[in-house]
């Protein structure tokens, strides 16, 4: 079974930045597309963001033109920059891969937690 593991949340005041990024255990990014959930508390998991294998992406609309999806398959690894940060981004982050319209293939693991208060 593929692991993802994700990193790179933190604690940061309104207006900054983290990049997120999520590894696989073994070679699949190159077949699927992969996306980015968060879910705050209380709250449903929702799409964030997504990349097709050919690096079209699909961005949900509260972080559109702030957050960007990239992927790098040779390192099995895809990555959410993430700008302008908000108290409402606040959640824990998750990656998956698989098909669209929700790629969710991989088991919901630990996630990252981005914190977003001054």
């Known amino acids: 079974q593929v692991q993802l593991v994700e990193s790179g949340g933190g604690l940061v005041q309104p207006g900054g930045s983290l990049r997120l990024s999520c590894a696989a255990s073994?070679?699949?990014?190159?077949?699927?597309?992969m996306a980015w959930y968060r879910q705050a508390p209380g709250k449903q998991r929702e799409l964030v963001a997504l990349?097709?294998?050919?690096?079209?992406?699909i961005y949900a609309d509260a972080v559109k033109g702030r957050f960007t999806i990239s992927r790098d398959n040779a390192k099995n690894t895809v990555y959410l920059q993430m700008n302008s940060l908000k108290p409402e981004d606040t959640a824990v982050y998750h990656c998956?891969?698989?098909?669209?319209?929700?790629?969710?293939?991989?088991?919901w693991g630990q996630g990252t937690q981005v914190t977003v208060s001054s």
């Open positions: 998956n891969y698989g098909w669209e319209p929700a790629p969710s293939f991989g088991s």
């Open positions: 073994r070679h699949i990014f190159s077949n699927y597309a």
């Open positions: 990349i097709r294998t050919g690096n079209t992406t």
